[in-house]
């Protein structure tokens, strides 16, 4: 191997070992807000709450028996989305369900529900990102239990983004070894991409991601250039207030509604290196980044899971049988 690759394997295992001897509890801020929705509130209403507060999910507390109920995220609104395209008669049904109705919406539409996945704040770090890689969540709850009562407590949610960040602002000594540029190590998706253009509705796009398991679709213009990404969190505004005939308008329309402190989208090259994405991790806040050439034309997408996947998994078995 080269010193790149010796280099980079170094990086990545100084990094590994960084997040075994690191809880949860450490990439929370010293003081930080939690809004947590009881499932008796109306899905409608949830949707405000989320818009007014700046947030795209949620802790659910069932307070009939005071359990953490789950994750309240955009994958739930586009569930009762499909729910209405399924059931479109049942508008005036929709309206009026509760956030405690999410799993019946799943079982009517034939999703299976998404895995309640918890980590205990205090287990190392390194094993929330496993559970994220193993079960696709983005974000995992903090979940503890309190010693006078004996009841759950939902501390904070992690996302991967976070944990991302916390690597790229603790670690520069580790992440400035990942010099292999993204072309060579493999990052991200190259092949069968899902796109869409300005005129296809938002129902067209939020099809796709469903079809695809994904939560980002670049929008491309006709020369295949990248004009912005339609997200699964766009869609919140699109059906607050009840609007969801409105679902039939255009993707260019629905982006129109973002919110002034949209973050933007973020770019790289395939000659980019992986030090210089950490580097744009620890400066913004990333959700993904879109691979484009020289004359912007889409080439890949890299999302945050391909990036936790390198850094936990690349060339982990050969670790592995050295070990043993
Ligand atoms: P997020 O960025 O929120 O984690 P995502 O859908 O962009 O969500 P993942 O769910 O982690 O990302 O993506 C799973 C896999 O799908 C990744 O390997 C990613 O590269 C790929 N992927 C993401 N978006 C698309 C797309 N529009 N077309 C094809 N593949 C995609």
Request: charged content about 25%; some cysteine.
């Amino acid at each position: 191997p080269s010193a790149l690759d010796r280099d980079q394997m170094q990086g990545l295992r100084g990094i590994r070992e960084f997040l075994k001897v690191r809880t949860s509890y450490d990439v929370l801020p010293l003081s930080f807000r939690l809004i947590v929705l009881d499932t008796e509130l109306l899905i409608r209403k949830s949707l405000n709450i989320l818009i007014q507060n700046g947030i795209v999910s949620a802790p659910l507390w069932d307070s009939t028996n005071s359990t953490f109920a789950g994750l309240l995220t955009s994958t739930d609104y586009i569930n009762v989305i499909q729910y209405y395209c399924q059931f479109p008669d049942e508008i005036d049904q929709v309206d009026k369900f509760r956030l405690s109705s999410l799993r019946d919406i799943e079982r009517a539409i034939g999703v299976l529900p998404l895995e309640t996945v918890s980590v205990h704040p205090m287990r190392p770090l390194y094993e929330a990102c496993r559970r994220m890689l193993k079960t696709r969540a983005r974000r995992i709850p903090l979940v503890d239990v309190d010693d006078e009562t004996g009841r759950e407590m939902v501390v904070s949610v992690i996302t991967q983004y976070r944990i991302l960040k916390f690597i790229a602002v603790n670690n520069e000594k580790h992440t400035i070894l990942l010099r292999k540029p993204v072309r060579e190590i493999g990052l991200g998706t190259y092949t069968n991409l899902a796109t869409a253009d300005m005129n296809n509705s938002v129902l067209d796009v939020i099809h796709l991601m469903v079809k695809h398991n994904i939560s980002a679709v670049p929008i491309i213009d006709s020369e295949n250039k990248v004009l912005n990404v339609f997200e699964a969190v766009d869609v919140i505004p699109c059906i607050k207030g009840g609007a969801y005939d409105e679902l039939t308008s255009s993707v260019g329309e629905a982006l129109s509604k973002r919110a002034d402190d949209f973050p933007g989208i973020y770019t790289c090259s395939e000659d980019d290196r992986l030090d210089a994405i950490f580097e744009t991790i620890r400066k913004s806040r990333v959700h993904r980044l879109i691979v484009v050439d020289d004359d912007n034309r889409l080439k890949g997408i890299i999302s945050l899971s391909d990036i936790l996947k390198h850094v936990l998994l690349f060339g982990a078995e050969d670790d592995n049988i050295r070990a043993g």
